[in-house]
T-cell receptor, first 115, second 113 residues
Framework: GAVVSQHPSWVICKSGTSVKIECRSL??????MFWYRQFPKQSLMLMAT?????????EQGVEKDKFLINHASLTLSTLTVTSAHPEDSSFYIC???????????FGSGTRLTVV | QQQVKQSPQSLIVQKGGISIINCAYE??????FPWYQQFPGKGPALLIA?????SEKKEGRFTISFNKSAKQFSLHIMDSQPGDSATYFC????????????FGKGTMLLVSP
């Protein structure tokens, strides 16, 4: 089946630093990837949609300069949290799908803690 | 119109019982309705999904019932087990190949031994 690998699974960083999260589709080509943020005991909140080779589409209220998304290949999308602050601490999850595939496969998530 | 309303927020079921989670939607342009299971600290995993031209789909102990006229769908977990304790999300997708999913708010299921 379709597998999406997300790394790291957890990261602690200092305020003001940047953190990069990788999302890879291991056995299929993902033309579209989605990035979500999830707070404890809440649902997934879509942050942005990235299409391979083009700029990401950000949801309203998501700072594109803070959450940089790059989808440079059909198997890799990255989310960089720039100048992280404690309020950016959250669980970030990526998801991928491909044409003709109704299945949206999710990564295992990244727990970001900014101290 | 983009919302998917999920209930209950939490559910406690005895081992062997039936767990039922309900979702309702307004937008008739949704064409794909998956259910996801999420354990703490993990990403959601697809459990089962249905398209609106089918009224019921069963996979093992998991069944989706779909009522197109009422714009409702539900997840039934038969013979619930403690290992089923997790958060369950229903979702819906607009009929566009690259559209994102709209998620319900989730149901925390606890199956007591």
């Amino acid at each position: 089946g379709a597998v999406v690998s997300q790394h790291p699974s957890w990261v602690i960083c200092k305020s003001g630093t940047s953190v990069k999260i990788e999302c890879r589709s291991l056995d299929f080509q993902a033309t579209t990837m989605f990035w979500y943020r999830q707070f404890p005991k809440q649902s997934l909140m879509l942050m942005a949609t990235s299409n391979e080779g083009s700029k990401a589409t950000y949801e309203q209220g998501v700072e594109k300069d803070k959450f940089l998304i790059n989808h440079a290949s059909l198997t890799l999308s990255t989310l960089t949290v720039t100048s992280a602050h404690p309020e950016d601490s959250s669980f970030y999850i990526c998801s991928a799908n491909s044409p003709g595939n109704y299945g949206y496969t999710f990564g295992s998530g990244t727990r970001l803690t900014v101290v | 119109q983009q919302q998917v309303k999920q209930s209950p927020q939490s559910l406690i079921v005895q081992k062997g019982g039936i767990s039922i989670i309900n979702c309702a939607y307004e937008n008739t342009a949704f064409d794909y309705f998956p259910w996801y299971q999420q354990f703490p600290g993990k990403g959601p995993a697809l459990l089962i999904a249905i398209r609106p031209d089918v009224s019921e789909k069963k996979e093992g102990r998991f069944t989706i019932s779909f009522n197109k006229s009422a714009k409702q769908f539900s997840l039934h977990i038969m013979d619930s087990q403690p290992g089923d304790s997790a958060t369950y999300f229903c979702a819906a997708r607009l009929n566009s190949g690259y559209s994102t999913l709209t998620f319900g708010k989730g149901t925390m299921l606890l199956v007591s031994p």
